[in-house]
């Protein structure tokens, strides 16, 4: 059992800090990134403040996910633990085969954290947030994110409508993630209950209460009303629309009598 860990701190022009992502393993500091030391190569670099989400990677690597270098009179080309050969499974960390081949391979993850400093206002949760508006910068370049065969770059959440097999147990795709999460219609597409989502109600339905891009109006257009006068404009305003319901109301009441000659 390992317990994995990332710092990660954005740069912060305002104090003159420039970042920096930090890995550990067990407590341990294994690997650094110093946001100076990018900005000092002048590469055009920084430690990224782009609003980011967390992908767990299944893949298992054959250095236990922290590279060691080729052992002497190793080729470390092939690497295949079914293998007798020894330079076949000489490029593997020590004990990584037997944990492959011995015994069942697990790969169980106990819990993840997030934690943020709630007096950082650079630590910020959300996709679009004021310094990094993702949501108006892939609309403005919508051809860089999208195919030819896409209308919008943006697509929305299906919510059920997966295809699936009634009657079948479990918590597969097939059984619309099991009873807890989404049914199967007897037409063979997945239903989702209260706090599921996906084609096949696989997902959480998560959203996040703090809204940093709101949606577009009519002043982010550059509009402003008129800054001469605004209460004698809408005063105005309001007498003429009374002025025309009234002529038309005695327009209506006049209809049908004939002028005296």
């Excluded at 004990?95 to 954290?113: A, H, L, S, V």
């Excluded at 037409?187 to 209460?209: F, I, M, P, S």
Aim: negative net charge.
């Amino acid at each position: 059992t390992h317990k994995y860990r990332l710092e990660w701190e954005v740069p912060d022009p305002e104090k003159g800090t420039d970042g920096h992502i930090h890995w550990f393993l067990d407590g341990k500091m294994v690997l650094t990134i110093n946001g100076t030391g990018i900005k000092e190569a002048n590469q055009g670099a920084e430690i990224s403040s782009e609003p980011t989400y967390i992908i767990l990677n299944t893949a298992v690597s054959s250095q236990w996910g922290f590279p060691t270098e080729c052992p002497a009179n190793c080729p470390c080309k092939t690497y295949d633990c079914s293998s007798t050969q020894w330079t076949k499974r000489c490029g593997f960390s020590e004990g990584f085969c037997d944990m492959m081949t011995k015994t069942p391979p697990e790969y169980k993850i106990n819990y993840i954290r997030v934690y943020q400093d709630p007096e950082n206002e650079k630590h910020k949760v959300g996709c679009s947030t004021p310094e990094r508006p993702t949501r108006k910068y892939i609309l403005a370049h919508e051809d860089v994110y999208k195919t030819e065969d896409d209308v919008h770059p943006l697509k929305g959440i299906q919510v059920g409508r997966g295809p699936c097999t009634p009657g079948i147990m479990g918590n597969s795709s097939e059984a619309c993630g099991g009873v807890s999460r989404g049914t199967c219609t007897k037409g063979g597409v997945c239903e989702c209950k209260q706090g599921w989502t996906g084609a096949h109600c696989l997902a959480h339905r998560g959203y996040d209460d703090i809204v940093w891009d709101a949606p577009d109006t009519i002043f982010d257009l550059g509009f402003q009303w008129p800054a001469l006068a605004p209460h004698f404009l809408v005063m105005a305003l309001c007498s003429l629309g009374a002025i025309m319901l009234t002529a038309t109301t005695f327009k209506r009441h006049m209809d049908g009598w004939m002028t005296l000659t």
